[in-house]
């Protein structure tokens, strides 16, 4: 069947040449391909519902019949309104839409390919999870979702086939087909997949809201503690029938605090769970077990405070605070920027001293830095490095970088790290002593060792030309 409708390796659609089938669903197929421009695989889906179309001999995708083409137009919409609502999220735990078009009569969305394996597949070889690796896959999961909620949409699918575990331990959030803006009083048609959609959304008048993504993580962290699916929600209105994770999860692996927390995410009323990621992360925070106080990476390396690449290890619970006081003034991109700057660091004092560089107004960045220049501490890890680091830098001076240059690279940073983009550009043109070092130094922000050599090369080539 996959072969009857799929694209043929090695067709061309625009600069993509498709290589091989990934997975095929009642919406359409997703594709690895490769962008030949840049010489690097992303995945592309296409658009084309089995009931609703069919592929003509020229690759073209059309209606059945005219019976279905306003079903097939219909679907094609909200294809594209996905399409939108992805390329517009920014976050290491979203999947990152690059582009989206239309060809063939119908429409291709192209994201990042990610390599790695559904958590069900991941969670096989790996159970029982420890609290802290649930945590840190909760954590990761919710940093993303309060993006998706602050944009005023829902995700309404959250379940282990749409949550991808990357190659380095951390999760992202993906398939985005069934999102919609969420509004008081706006109708939202029924998604449903057992055990882990919430009552209100069998219903096209249900009282959707972030507390039914909320029900649908409880379901997936339900099912890792437990190795059971919860019980579809349908079943649980007249007598809860649904056995409390708290009673039959292991006590001796996970804390009460933790069980009591997947339950309440579990309410069958929505009035009764947590209204908002905040609500939900208020009651996981504290939660690491007493022998992981201190932020490790053996285990899983979550996109999160978790998770600081140096060879270094701040306490975690500190780095929360300087995370909380530092959104105050920037706001949810604060826990990327202490990330970044925990490369850099040896003491919170001097990490304190490296964020507040991104605060505008002078007083509150002095305030700041006082708030935690008292705290010397230091992290365990690699000695060679920390006393390396033990001078910290102030907050950056002016740039010898003229502003359409500074923007330029931005906006291309921005395609591999999002929004915050403009806080590395910004560190780094105080540096730079011009475009092509400016370049090198943003450069190191990029992961993918193989994007990073693509995008210096063509960085620097186009700043030369300036």
């Known amino acids: 069947m996959t072969a009857e409708i799929a694209l043929p390796r ?3 659609l625009l ?5 091989q089938t990934l997975g095929i669903g009642g919406f359409g197929l997703t594709y690895l391909a490769t962008d030949s421009n840049l010489n690097l695989k992303v995945a592309i889906k296409e658009y084309l519902p089995g009931e609703l179309a069919l592929r003509c001999e020229d690759q073209s995708v059309q209606p059945k019949s005219d019976a279905n083409l306003d079903s097939f137009k219909w679907g094609l919409s909200r294809f594209l309104d996905e399409s939108r609502t992805l390329a517009s999220f920014r976050h290491p735990n ?3 839409v690059m582009r989206f078009f239309e060809a063939n009569r119908t429409a291709y969305m192209v994201m990042e390919f990610v390599a790695g394996q559904p958590l069900g597949e991941w969670i096989r070889s790996r159970r029982p999870l420890t609290q802290n690796a649930v945590l840190a896959i909760a954590n990761s999961v919710l940093d993303g979702l309060e993006v998706v909620h602050r944009t005023g949409f829902l995700h309404r699918d959250i379940k282990p086939g749409n949550v991808f575990m990357r190659e380095d331990g951390s999760p992202v959030l993906l398939d985005f087909g069934s999102a919609r803006a ?4 706006s109708e939202l048609t029924a998604i449903v997949t057992p055990g882990y959609a919430p009552i209100e959304q069998y219903h096209s008048h249900g009282k959707q809201g972030p507390w039914s993504d909320l029900y649908a993580l409880g379901g997936v962290l339900y099912w890792m503690i437990t190795g059971n699916r919860a019980v579809e929600a349908v079943a649980r209105i007249r007598q809860d029938v649904l056995p409390p994770a708290v009673q039959v999860a292991d006590r001796n692996r996970y804390s009460v605090e933790l069980l009591t927390a997947v339950d309440w995410a579990l309410a069958p009323h929505e009035d009764q769970r947590p209204q908002s990621v905040a609500d939900f992360r208020s009651v996981l925070s504290g939660l690491a077990t007493p022998d992981e106080k201190t932020v490790k990476t053996q285990e899983l390396k979550p996109s999160s405070l978790t998770s600081v690449p140096t060879g270094v290890a701040f306490d975690l619970e500190t780095l929360k605070k300087v995370e909380a006081e530092l959104a105050k003034f920037i706001g949810p991109i604060a826990h990327v920027v202490i990330r970044s700057a925990a490369k850099k660091s040896y003491t919170i004092a001097g990490l304190a001293e ?6 505008g107004d002078e007083k509150n960045r002095a305030a700041f830095v006082r708030k935690f220049s008292g705290d010397k501490s230091t992290p365990t890890g690699d000695p060679t490095r920390a006393t390396a680091l033990r001078q910290q830098s102030g907050p950056p001076t002016g740039s010898r970088i003229d502003p359409q240059t500074l923007a330029k690279a ?12 403009k806080v590395v550009v910004r560190r780094a043109a105080a540096k730079a002593r011009d475009a092509g070092e400016l370049y090198l130094l943003i450069a190191e922000e990029i992961e993918d060792v193989a994007e990073r050599k693509i995008f210096m090369r063509k960085a620097i080539s186009a700043s030369g030309k300036e």
């Open 94 to 96: 979203i999947v990152r």
């Open 182 to 185: 969420s509004s008081p009083g």
């Open 15 to 19: 600069e993509y040449r498709i290589e």
């Open 354 to 359: 490296i964020v507040a560089a991104d605060i």
């Open 410 to 421: 931005e906006a291309a940073l921005a395609m591999h790290i999002g929004a915050v983009a």
């Open 10 to 12: 090695g067709y061309a």
